[in-house]
């Protein structure tokens, strides 16, 4: 369906709202990190927010790590720790606190582990999602991997 | 009767003190104001590009020396 925009307003509204769609592959610290912080900021912008987490980022979202076994690898993993920067896990709590986002873990990560969602930090996560169906949603708007 | 609060954010890295300010945003009333303390350079600039987005109020920036006062107004 083509809809017709009257004014660059409403073509800037428009083009606004379109989600963004992150999908998080990497283990890497700071690639979490910037997942993160894309989320929460393009949540709270108003920026429908959909991320699907696969292969090793996975490690990062299981429940109950110590920050040292949560966040490694990459180069500024080292600085973000050190300066304290906000906490990828928080970042994405508020994001769906104060925003429209939803995360999702790959059901064929969560298989090749033997995980269930249990196993993932606690009210996080909207359940398990297949890439298929994800790709198809992502066809409406713009596709970030990290 | 229209009140200001403040946040002291200096010392928090982005998008701390961003997150801060909207969660704040929530609670208070519209027409407050809204004052963050930022020593994070890109306060300054992300604050305003996000009120106009969202549709909040600029009331103002300024350079404090060893950090910056963004001042926002709650519009809806």
Known sequence: MIIALSSPAMKDHAMSTRPLFILVCS???????????????????????R????????????KD?????????????????????????????????????TIHACSMALDVLGWQEGDLVADLFDGALGLTKYLSDAEQGQLVTL | MPE??????RG??????????????KLVQIGD???VLST????????????AKVGHEMVGVEDK???WSVVVRKAK
Do not use: N
Not at chain 1, 27 to 49: D, N
Not at chain 1, 51 to 62: C, E, H, P, T, W
Not at chain 2, 4 to 9: E, F, G, P, V
């Open chain 1, 65 to 101: 790590l110590s920050d040292d076994e949560r966040y490694q690898g990459g180069r500024f993993s080292d600085v973000l720790k050190d300066k304290k920067a906000p906490d990828a896990m928080a970042l994405f709590e508020q994001g769906k606190t104060l925003g429209d986002m």
């Open chain 1, 51 to 62: 991320v699907f987490v696969s292969m090793g980022a996975i490690y990062a979202f299981q």
């Open chain 2, 40 to 51: 994070d350079k890109g306060t300054a600039m992300d604050v305003p590009e996000w009120v």
């Open chain 2, 12 to 25: 928090a890295f982005c998008p701390g003190p961003l997150m801060e300010l909207i969660a704040m945003l």
């Open chain 2, 65 to 67: 020396g060893d950090h």
């Open chain 1, 27 to 49: 283990h890497e610290h700071e690639k979490i990190q910037m997942a993160a912080m894309m989320a929460a900021v393009a949540a709270v912008s108003e920026t429908p927010v």
């Open chain 2, 4 to 9: 200001k609060k403040t946040i002291d954010a």
């Open chain 2, 33 to 35: 104001d809204i004052e």
